[in-house]
């Protein structure tokens, strides 16, 4: 496999900022905002926690499914970018839904099928990574693949949060489809795949998904122990973008939230995007795992210091602490998940990355009721969302203890042979 340009790295990982800018706006940003158009004040981290827990356990079914599937999926235009049109495509039909809801029910129906749709084309878009990059460039590939993520997040707080108005949402939902339908279109016209057309395979698809998705267990078991680490980690770093919106609202009480809440998420993310490219090329030398230990101790103690932090100033300077952490775990956790996918079944070893990423997403978002449990103990101290930071704290420190038993491999990849066309 020939070592790929910059360039190619950077269209292979637009689709990631059309992503990012539309799950950032709708779970940190617009959800929040319309719910509290809809239930009462005390049971709105409740609604929120379970509304997105909901949509995150479809999404960590649907993703590695679709990836799996894309895997073996035969076509002139290869294996992945079919699925990442359809998906993207099919995305509007349920951002119109969102946008035109007017009420929890309709507004859950949208959510929920946007995680069908979307995860559709999210589970074979990560496989073009692992079928595209050589491992020599993995962690650089990760760093921009974190980079166009975080920068999908970051441009998302600043225009969103300055767009959006829970009264008149449609302005912002257009300009979700926008940045999605941009960045999936540089990629499924910019990335070139091979036909797969010749692949053709006259196995049943649900036989074929039961026999592609089984995992020797014993083989691989340091990627399931590499998808717990991922799951910790990120159990605890989510809840803290979840309910940062109501955490501004209740402790800073400033006077705009959701334009505050995107100043702080810019601030975590620029940290993020900056540590990320540089952990990457780091971990291309020294390793995966350093930067692991590194990520986790950085987050530990950002998330200590939010217990501390009560005023809009030191929220953004602790905001980019934990951003800096979260950027270089980021890079490094994809590119050991990457080593460690065996050859031809990126699709499937990628998505499943997906049990742990929207399993952590979903499992954060359970931490609303007891935040809003323990702040109605005490009224007016908003003590619940101590427990989110401290949550943190320690899912990030016991990840490391999984972590000593994955391996770290950087092994040589050869060009697939359906890829044979793009790596001339």
Not at 103 to 111: K, M, S, T, W
Not at 221 to 243: A, K, M, N, P
Not at 281 to 306: E, F, N, W, Y
Not at 331 to 359: C, H, I, Q, R, V
């Amino acid at each position: 496999m020939r070592k790929s340009s910059l360039f190619e790295l950077i269209k292979l990982n637009t689709y990631w900022f059309g992503l990012a800018f539309m799950w950032n706006s709708l779970h940190t940003l617009i959800l929040p905002a319309l719910i509290l158009q809809y239930v009462a004040d005390e049971r709105k981290n409740t609604t929120l926690g379970l509304l997105t827990f909901t949509g995150l356990i479809i999404a960590a079914i649907v993703q590695p499914l679709a990836g799996a599937a894309s895997d073996r999926w035969s076509s002139r235009f290869g294996r992945r970018r079919p699925a990442i049109a359809f998906g993207t495509l099919s995305d509007m039909l349920f951002l119109a839904i969102m946008a035109f809801a007017g009420g929890i029910p309709l507004l859950a129906v949208g959510y929920a099928g946007l995680q069908i749709t979307s995860n559709i084309a999210h589970g074979p878009a990560q496989g073009l990574m692992h079928d595209k990059v050589p491992s020599e460039r993995m962690g650089l590939a990760s760093g921009i693949k974190n980079i166009f993520d975080m920068g999908g997040v970051a441009v998302s707080s600043l225009v969103v949060g300055f767009i959006f108005t829970a009264e008149k949402p449609l302005p912002a939902f257009l300009g979700i489809a926008l940045a999605l339908t941009l960045g999936a279109a540089i990629t499924i016209f910019g990335v070139r795949e091979g036909s797969t057309a010749a692949e053709k395979n006259d196995e049943p698809l649900l036989t074929g998904l039961r026999s592609s998705l089984r995992i020797d267990r014993k083989q691989h078991s340091g990627y399931w122990r590499l998808l717990l680490v991922r799951f910790l980690f990120l159990s605890g770093v989510y809840g803290i973008q979840v309910f940062a919106q109501y955490f501004i609202r209740d402790v800073l009480q400033v006077e705009d939230p959701v334009e505050f809440t995107g100043y702080v998420l810019f601030a975590i993310v620029l940290a993020l995007m900056v540590f990320s490219i540089v952990a990457g090329q780091i971990a291309d030398r020294i390793g995966r795992k350093p930067m692991h230990v590194l990520a986790a101790v950085t987050v530990c103690v950002g998330s200590i210091l939010l217990t501390l932090a009560r005023q809009p100033s030191s929220v953004l300077i602790v905001g980019g602490i934990v951003g800096a952490g979260i950027g270089v775990f980021l890079s490094a956790n994809w590119a050991l998940a990457n080593d460690l996918a065996p050859l031809g079944e990126g699709g499937k070893f990628l998505g499943l990355t997906n049990l742990a990423t929207a399993g952590a997403g979903a499992m954060s978002r359970l931490l609303g009721p007891p935040i809003d449990a323990v702040n109605n103990w005490r009224p007016g101290e908003y003590l619940g969302y101590n427990v989110l930071f401290i949550s943190a704290a320690v899912l990030s420190i016991v990840s490391l203890l999984i972590l000593r038993k994955v391996p770290e491999q950087i092994k040589p990849r050869r060009t697939r042979v359906g890829d044979k066309r793009s790596n001339r």
